[in-house]
C-alpha cells in the first residue's frame, strides 16, 4: 500500500538552543542544551492559540503530520492532531519538543557533552517532570508565547500537563490530563525496575558508556519494551488478538516462538531496540517513579499540593487501562474538585488498556473534539 | 531467632529409580530417571490414606517439616500440612514429588546424561503436565498405592491436580484445585516469555548447555523472578507494604535502589538466581504454557475434556490473584459441573494475590481442614 501524503501534512522541526544553565531538581545543572520540536497551525498574533503537547515514555517531538513524503507512518498523534481533527490545526497551532534526556533530536544521554567531547552517557543528569515543564517554558518564552490555551499529554505526558498547572498555573488555559496518575503505585514502579535491571545488567551497557564502544545494550532494552508492552495492553485485548493461537498450528517443545503472542512481544522488542537509546529509557522510567506532587508539595496530600491550579480540566481515563487505572485519574478529579477547579472528567469504556489513548476511539475524540472545540483563542 | 526442630517433624528424601523409558507428550523419550519425594505420615494398610500434593513452578518434593535440624526453613506448604494442620499428617500420608526437569534432585537439564557423561544442558526434552502425571502414578505404583485419597495442588500444581482427574479417574477420590487456571491467557503466556528470553539472551545461557562452563545465566534468571514476584503479588499488597517508600529516606537521582519494592525485588531476584536452574525454569514456564485440556481433548471444550473426571473437587481460588484469576478458577468450576461432578468452591478474600494459595489465611485453612476432615481413608 503506497501512502499518498498530502503535502499539507509535511511539518519541519526545529531547533532551539539555550546557552543559559537549567537547574534541575536533584541539584546539578545542564549547562547548555538543544530542544527539538514542531509546530503545526499558524501562532496567531496574539499568541493565544498554542497547545502544547507533552509526550510519554516513548514518545518525541513529532505528534502528527509527516517530515518527508518518504515517511511510512505519521506521528505518534496523528490521529487526534491535524486540520479537521479533533486537536484542530486549523484553530490552533499545537507544539511537540522531545525532553532532554531524550533519544530523538534534543539534548540527551548520547549527546556531545562539549566538555569533554564525548557522548555523555552516564553523566547525563537525572531530568525530572518538573525540569521538564521548566524546560518547555522556556520554549514557550522564546516562541513569544505567555500562556497556553491548553497544555496536553497523555501518560507520563499526562503527568507533566498536570505539573503545567502547578509550576506555572498563569500559563494555561486549559489542561488535558489522559491516562495519567498523581503518582506511580509500588507495582508501577517495581515493572519499571525490571526493566531497567534488564538494561543495566546487559554486558553491553558499560555502565551507560557504550557509545565509544559501537555496542549497544540491546537485550536488556529489547526485554524492558517487550516487558512494558504488556502492561499497555488489558488482558482482554491481548486474548481476543492472540489469545493462545499457535504460529505454526501445532506445539515444536522448545523455546522458540510458538505462540502468536510471543511472536509479537518479540518483533515489538526488537524494533525497539534498534530505534530507542537505552539510556532515554532508563531516565524517562526513572522519572515516571519520582513524579509525585502530593509528596513534593502537599504533605502526601494531593488536593493541597493542587492548590495553585488555577486552569480547566479535562481528564480522561480508560476502563481496561491496569497500568493507569481510572481510580488513579479519579484521584486527581477529586484533588482538582477539592479545589473548586472546572473538571470534565470521562471514563472511556475500551478494550485497548493504556494503549487506548492513543487510539481512534469514536468516543474519546468526540469528547476531545468538543472540549477543543469550546476553548477560546 | 533460634528454631527449635521438633525431632518429629524432620522428614528425609527418598530416591527412586525408574529404568523403564518414558514416552513424553512430545513424542521425545525419557530413558531413565530419578525421582526424589518425602512422605509425611504413616501409610495405612490398605494405603487408603496418601495424598499426592504437586508443586508449582519454584516449589519440589519438600512440602512440610525440616531436613535438617539446622534448616532455617520448613518445606514450603509447611503451614498447611503436618500433624494437626488442615492437611493432617495424623491422618494421612502426604507426599510430595520433584517433578522431572526439576532442580532438587529429580532428573532435570543438570543431571548427567548417561548416554553423553555430560550434563543434559539444551537436550533435556520438554516435559508437560500430563509428562508429570504419568511419572506420578509410577511412583505411585512403586509405593504400591493403587489409589489416592486426593490430590492436590496450587497453581502449576492445581493444573497437575485437575490432569490427574483426566489421566487417571479411578486413581484418586478428591482433587484439590487451588489458585490454579484450565490454561494460561495470552498475558501469561507474553509474561512466561519475556521471562524465558530475559535467559536465553543471557550471554551466560549457551544455548542452555552452560554447565561445562562454570557460568550459569543468573543475570536473566534474576529478571525472570523479579517478573515473577510482581505478577504472584497483588498491587494492593505491593501498595500496602512498600508503597512508594524510599530506602534512604530521600531521592538520590540514580538507578541504584530508591524504593523499598526495588530492594526487595533484586533481593528476591538475587536469592533465586543463587538457588534455581535456569533451564528448569524455562521447562517449567513453557508447561504451564502447553497445559490446555480443553484444546488437547475437547475441541475446546474444557466440559468435554473433564468427562472423565469422577473425583470429588475442592477448588479455591483468592480475589486478588491476578495471574490466576478466581473467574479461571470458575470455568473449571462450570465445566465440573457440567458433568454433574461434586464440586465445592470458593473465592477467598485475600489481599496477598497468587501468593495466597501459601500464607495460612484463617479463612482457607478452615475450608481445607474441613474438607479434608470428612475424606473417608
Known sequence: MTVVIDPASLVTPQTARFDTPLSLQ?????PAYELVYEMHGELNARASNAILVCHALSGNHHIAGYHSPADKKPGWWDNLIGPGKP????KFCVIGVNNPGGCHGSTGPASIDPVTGQPWGSRFPLVTVEDWVAVQARLADRLGISQFAAVMGGSLGGMQALQWSISHPGRLRHCLVIAAAPRLTAQNIAFNDVARQAIVTDPD???GDYYARQVTPRRGLRLARMLGHITYLSDDVMGSKFGRILRNGAF???????FEIE???RYQGDKFADSFDANTYLLMTRALDYFDPAHRLGGGDLSR???AAVADFLVISFTTDWRFAPQRSREIVHALLDNGRNVSYAEIDSAHGHDAFLM????YHALVRAYMDRIDV
Open 252 to 258: 515444536s517443545y522448545g523455546y522458540d516462538v510458538e
Open 87 to 90: 486537536v484542530d490545526t486549523r
Open 360 to 363: 481512534p476511539d469514536a468516543h
Open 26 to 30: 536533584s541539584g546539578a545543572q545542564l
Open 205 to 207: 551497557f558499560h555502565g
Open 263 to 265: 511472536s509479537y512481544l
Open 305 to 307: 499540593a493542587l492548590t
